[in-house]
C-alpha cells in the first residue's frame, strides 16, 4: 500500500514542481502576445479551442491582475520576470481578448 501511495505522489510532486518555479524565459522585442503565451504558457495551459486560450475568473480578468499574476506566479505557477513592459503588455492583451471570463 506504501508503494502505491508513493507511486501516486511522486508524479503530483513532479507536476506541481514543474509549473511552480521561476522562469527564465526573455520574449524576443518584436514578440506578439500570442507567440509569448504559445512560448511561455502552453506548457501548462493549453488552450481550451482555437479561439479561447484559458478561462479566467472575475478577479483576474483585467490586465494589472494578469501582469502581476504571471510576474510573480503563485504556488502551482512559475514566475515569468523577464516579460516586462510592452511585452508584458501584448500578454495580458492576448490574454483578456482571448480568453472567457468564469
Same mark, same amino acid.
Given at each position: 500500500m506504501k508503494t502505491f501511495k508513493f507511486a501516486l505522489? $511522486? %508524479? &503530483? $510532486?513532479l507536476i506541481l514542481v514543474g509549473c511552480g518555479a521561476s522562469r527564465d524565459y526573455t520574449p524576443p522585442a518584436d514578440a506578439t502576445g500570442e507567440n509569448i503565451f504559445s512560448s511561455a504558457c502552453?506548457?501548462?495551459h493549453k488552450p481550451l479551442s482555437a479561439n479561447v486560450a484559458m478561462n479566467l475568473s472575475e478577479k483576474i480578468a483585467n490586465k494589472e &491582475? $494578469?501582469?502581476?499574476k504571471f510576474q510573480s506566479?503563485?504556488?502551482r505557477? %512559475? !514566475?515569468?520576470k523577464n516579460?516586462?513592459?510592452e511585452a !508584458?503588455?501584448? $500578454?495580458a492583451d492576448y490574454i483578456l481578448k482571448n480568453s472567457q471570463v468564469k
Amino acid at each position: 500500500m506504501k508503494t502505491f501511495k508513493f507511486a501516486l505522489t $511522486l %508524479p &503530483a $510532486l513532479l507536476i506541481l514542481v514543474g509549473c511552480g518555479a521561476s522562469r527564465d524565459y526573455t520574449p524576443p522585442a518584436d514578440a506578439t502576445g500570442e507567440n509569448i503565451f504559445s512560448s511561455a504558457c502552453t506548457e501548462c495551459h493549453k488552450p481550451l479551442s482555437a479561439n479561447v486560450a484559458m478561462n479566467l475568473s472575475e478577479k483576474i480578468a483585467n490586465k494589472e &491582475a $494578469l501582469i502581476k499574476k504571471f510576474q510573480s506566479g503563485s504556488m502551482r505557477m %512559475p !514566475a515569468f520576470k523577464n516579460i516586462q513592459g510592452e511585452a !508584458a503588455d501584448r $500578454l495580458a492583451d492576448y490574454i483578456l481578448k482571448n480568453s472567457q471570463v468564469k
